[in-house]
């Protein structure tokens, strides 16, 4: 399967926004779910939010709760991750992928239940 291609990253000021893009790739088009991970330096991948695609019902980790929104165009076959209020915390790589678990939940922010990884974009909160 090809990996999705993530865009839209850059360097914010606190309390800015950013509007990330993932262009999904026809063959993870079939997929029942996906989400948006970020890693930053010398720490583990983590989940922050997750989209079901059939019905759109959406997931998200307490820390971005009320700042990020994920949403797709099914038409474009992109899938977007609006972050608002940025913190220096945010900075991290951040990639789309879809599940690539089929016993997997939607809600899950296990990086193993999803695959195909992309190459990311990079976002940078200052102070």
């Known amino acids: 399967q090809a990996p999705s291609v993530e865009s839209g990253g850059g360097l914010v000021q606190s309390g800015g926004s950013l509007r990330l893009s993932c262009a999904v790739s026809k063959f993870t088009a079939s997929s029942h779910c996906m989400g948006w991970f970020r890693q930053a330096p010398e720490k583990e991948r983590e989940g922050v939010a997750s989209i079901y695609l059939p019905g759109g019902t959406t997931f998200y980790d307490t820390s971005v709760k009320g700042r990020f929104t994920i949403s797709q165009d099914k038409d474009k076959a992109m899938v977007y991750l609006q972050m608002n209020s940025l913190k220096p915390e945010d900075t991290a790589m951040y990639f789309c992928?879809?599940?690539?678990?089929?016993?997997?939940?939607?809600?899950?922010?296990?990086?193993?239940?999803?695959?195909?990884w992309g190459q990311g974009t990079q976002v940078t909160v200052f102070s």
């Open positions: 992928a879809p599940m690539t678990n089929p016993a997997g939940w939607c809600s899950s922010r296990r990086p193993q239940d999803f695959g195909d």
